[in-house]
């Protein structure tokens, strides 16, 4: 249902997917990836996702692929060789002389997609600052449980990635199986 939200005749939808806790948001992240051209960025909320995302990737897509890590500016040396770049949300934030290559490279590359993973979570100050604003992506998808932010701000949200795709709720998944 999610990826028929995204995949259409002529290409990609862009927007906000809203999916229960283990309803499958990574691993429908994880056929976006295997769909895409490489150069897709990932952004998570902590180290441990990061990790998490990368072992599911390594798990469940093709060989070959090359996936970089990247969750404090002394990473960055793997950046330019990697299909698939996973990092923090704070690493596009934080403005210190460690991330000033990543981020640089990171927004001034044109991304085949973005994913945001657990959107609604996205740091207040990247929302207000239009931290976001800059990534330029053909495919750029918000995956999330909670589509709502306590600071109401989503909608800012929804400006950089695109309207909401679709909203699946646990009852939907419980009636289909799945």
């Given at each position: 249902?999610?990826?028929?939200?995204?995949?259409?005749?002529?290409?990609?939808?862009?927007?906000?997917?809203?999916?229960?806790?283990?309803?499958?948001?990574?691993?429908?992240?994880?056929?976006?990836?295997?769909l895409l051209p490489a150069k897709i960025l990932i952004l998570c909320h902590n180290c441990n996702s990061v990790l998490q995302w990368k072992a599911q990737l390594v798990r469940w897509t093709c060989p070959g692929r090359r996936i970089s890590t990247c969750t404090s500016?002394?990473?960055v040396e793997s950046l330019e060789q990697?299909?698939?770049?996973?990092?923090?949300?704070?690493?596009l934030s934080n403005r210190n002389a460690h991330n000033m290559y990543a981020q640089h490279w990171i927004t001034t590359h044109v991304w085949s997609g973005i994913i945001y993973d657990e959107v609604h979570g996205t740091p207040a100050d990247m929302v207000e600052e239009?931290?976001?604003?800059?990534?330029?992506?053909?495919?750029?998808?918000?995956?999330?449980a909670t589509p709502t932010r306590e600071d109401a701000k989503f909608s800012i949200v929804k400006e950089h990635i695109g309207p909401q795709l679709c909203n699946i709720s646990w009852m939907e998944l419980v009636r289909q199986k799945l």
């Amino acid at each position: 249902m999610a990826l028929r939200a995204i995949c259409t005749p002529t290409g990609f939808k862009s927007g906000i997917l809203v999916v229960p806790c283990g309803g499958g948001k990574t691993l429908i992240g994880i056929l976006l990836c295997s769909l895409l051209p490489a150069k897709i960025l990932i952004l998570c909320h902590n180290c441990n996702s990061v990790l998490q995302w990368k072992a599911q990737l390594v798990r469940w897509t093709c060989p070959g692929r090359r996936i970089s890590t990247c969750t404090s500016g002394l990473q960055v040396e793997s950046l330019e060789q990697a299909d698939i770049v996973i990092m923090t949300y704070k690493m596009l934030s934080n403005r210190n002389a460690h991330n000033m290559y990543a981020q640089h490279w990171i927004t001034t590359h044109v991304w085949s997609g973005i994913i945001y993973d657990e959107v609604h979570g996205t740091p207040a100050d990247m929302v207000e600052e239009r931290v976001l604003q800059p990534l330029q992506g053909k495919v750029k998808i918000g995956a999330t449980a909670t589509p709502t932010r306590e600071d109401a701000k989503f909608s800012i949200v929804k400006e950089h990635i695109g309207p909401q795709l679709c909203n699946i709720s646990w009852m939907e998944l419980v009636r289909q199986k799945l």
